[in-house]
Nanobody
Framework: QVQLVESGGGLVQAGGSLRLSCAAS????????MGWFRQAPGKEREFVAA?????????HYADSVNGRFTISRDNVKSTVSLQMNSLKPEDTAVYYC????????????????????WGQGTQVTVSS
């Protein structure tokens, strides 16, 4: 059974930083692209960042976080992390890590329906 467990959310002032982590278990971690999504109240879940299977040399970011957030993975520890810098109030949301539903997918998926396992979510609140 695949499990994803996020940690690291919290309350931070605008301009601050947080680091989210997600620990995966239940399947061969390095075979799958890992993504981060977020959902603010009253809004749809949206893509934040993803890192491709394997060595993680291929990354993709939403325009809204590009240059501020950095995704990384550790295939030995089966973890994926999201370093968030220069946080803004509009970054406030519940953040979810997710595992791609297809191993060795050739392109990085950016829509939620392409991911088949999800963590429980961690709240990030950025105060102005």
């Amino acid at each position: 059974q695949v499990q994803l467990v996020e940690s690291g959310g919290g309350l931070v002032q605008a301009g601050g930083s947080l680091r989210l982590s997600c620990a995966a278990s239940g399947r061969i971690f390095s075979y799958y692209t890992m993504g981060w999504f977020r959902q603010a109240p009253g809004k749809e879940r949206e893509f934040v960042a993803a890192i491709k299977w394997g060595g993680g040399g291929s990354l993709h970011y939403a325009d809204s976080v590009n240059g501020r957030f950095t995704i990384s993975r550790d295939n030995v520890k089966s973890t994926v992390s999201l370093q968030m810098n220069s946080l803004k109030p509009e970054d406030t949301a519940v953040y979810y890590c997710a595992s791609d539903g297809v191993r060795f997918r050739s392109v990085i998926a950016v829509v939620p329906r392409e991911y088949d396992y999800w963590g429980q979510g961690t709240q990030v609140t950025v105060s102005s």
